[in-house]
């Protein structure tokens, strides 16, 4: 394998790692609403478990307050049920044809386990980047081994996946400090 194929290999899987961290962000909740805080819940619609935004509207008339307006009426208690099962601690009611989902405002305490969450997925995602450096500069050696390139190209090489592997965890660091400055934003 050439140099070139293993640096862009490298390249797109580490972004894959930043954008899956920057996923599991938008899941935390900050105690302002916020469309990605559903993507988790499916509902039942014909036998089927599909996301809920493929079953109706989501909007944020307020900054504490989502509402879903399904595209059928009788989608209404189902939605309902599968969002209070979501498990994300939303009370919705139902005004018969509306779902409001009223976000409560996070205590101190919840904020901080917010905080210990986002930096534990934080380290998972710069663990995911360099398992990725790991697994490149091996095929590099491996290469070099069988004299597919020489030793020189080996370690330039090697260097640009080390300054590639510091950005991408510097992109980590940053999506954590926004979550982070998001979560304790009161």
Known sequence: MDIQTIQREADERMKKGVESTRMEFNKIRTGKASTALLDTIRVS?????????????INIPEPRL?????????????????????????????????????????????RKEMVRLCHKLAEEGRIAIRNVRRDANDKLKKSEKEH???????HTAMDEIQKLTTEYVHQVDELLKHKEQDVMEV
Not at 45 to 57: A, D, E, L, R, S
Not at 148 to 154: F, T
Request: aromatic share 6%.
């Open 45 to 57: 619609y014909y036998g089927n478990m599909v996301p809920i935004k493929q079953v109706g509207t």
């Open 66 to 110: 989502i509402t879903v307006q399904p595209w059928e009426k009788n989608l209404l208690g189902d939605i309902e049920k599968a969002i209070m099962q979501g498990d994300l601690g939303f009370n919705p009611s139902n005004d018969g044809s509306i779902i409001r989902i009223p976000i409560p405002t996070l205590t101190e305490e919840r």
């Open 148 to 154: 597919i390139i020489s030793e020189d190209q080996c």
